[in-house]
T-cell receptor, first 117, second 112 residues
Framework: NAGVMQNPRHLVRRRGQEARLRCSPMKGHSHVYWYRQLPEEGLKFMVYLQKENIIDESGMPKERFSAEFPKEGPSILRIQQVVRGDSAAYFC???????????????FGPGTRLTVL | GESVGLHLPTLSVQEGDNSIINCAYSNSASDYFIWYKQESGKGPQFIIDIRSNMDKRQGQRVTVLLNKTVKHLSLQIAATQPGDSAVYFCAENIGGTYKYIFGTGTRLKVLA
């Protein structure tokens, strides 16, 4: 049973380019969360998606950042016109469909480390 | 609270000793807490959780203590091993919502 998968693991972009980060949740999980982690800091919530719906994007910058979780395929976090300040580790987590259990653990992927030159 | 980019606090312990990692959480309404372990270059890994109706929970070599009065959480690791070297985060949750708030983290270094 594969865990949460993210690719690429490392991504280098020049300023102004686009970055696309992909996340495949665990099998049976329909909830996806994206977090950003700066060096020596904790994880900061960016966006929460269910299949074909953005539920909460309050942690995501309104400009240049977008996220989707299509009916088929992985969730995508897209950063347009990257700047040096976007350099960080981006983690995806997934949790199962609500099953009557009040608290759902979030299972994390290995992350994508984005470096903007 | 929000991190301001400070270096992570570091706890250095001798192999075989017990480790205690502390976390002050932010919201008095938080009622579920998780400790995560993050090794270098990897994603956070679930260690142990606790609900607010408990003040102590034990796992294998780990114990979590919760003090709601002072909004404090601690993780105790017994007989610390080199493989325990990592950054440890606490995460708080309110009422089973999807949103977790992560602490800044503590780096644990195990000395041989």
């Amino acid at each position: 049973n594969a865990g949460v998968m993210q690719n690429p693991r490392h991504l280098v972009r020049r300023r102004g380019q686009e970055a696309r980060l992909r996340c495949s949740p665990m099998k049976g999980h329909s909830h996806v969360y994206w977090y950003r982690q700066l060096p020596e800091e904790g994880l900061k919530f960016m966006v929460y998606l269910q299949k074909e719906n953005i539920i909460d994007e309050s942690g995501m910058p309104k400009e240049r950042f977008s996220a989707e979780f299509p009916k088929e395929g992985p969730s995508i976090l897209r950063i347009q016109q990257v700047v040096r300040g976007d350099s960080a580790a981006y983690f995806c987590a997934s949790s199962p469909t609500a099953s009557g259990r009040l608290y759902n653990e979030q299972f994390f992927g290995p992350g994508t480390r984005l470096t903007v030159l | 609270g929000e991190s301001v980019g400070l270096h992570l606090p570091t706890l250095s312990v001798q192999e075989g000793d017990n480790s205690i990692i502390n976390c002050a959480y932010s919201n008095s309404a938080s009622d579920y807490f998780i400790w995560y372990k993050q090794e270098s270059g990897k994603g956070p890994q679930f260690i142990i959780d606790i609900r607010s109706n408990m003040d102590k929970r034990q796992g294998q070599r780990v114990t979590v203590l919760l003090n709601k009065t002072v909004k404090h959480l601690s993780l105790q690791i017994a007989a610390t091993q080199p493989g325990d070297s990592a950054v440890y985060f606490c995460a708080e949750n309110i009422g089973g919502t999807y949103k977790y708030i992560f602490g800044t983290g503590t780096r644990l270094k195990v000395l041989a």
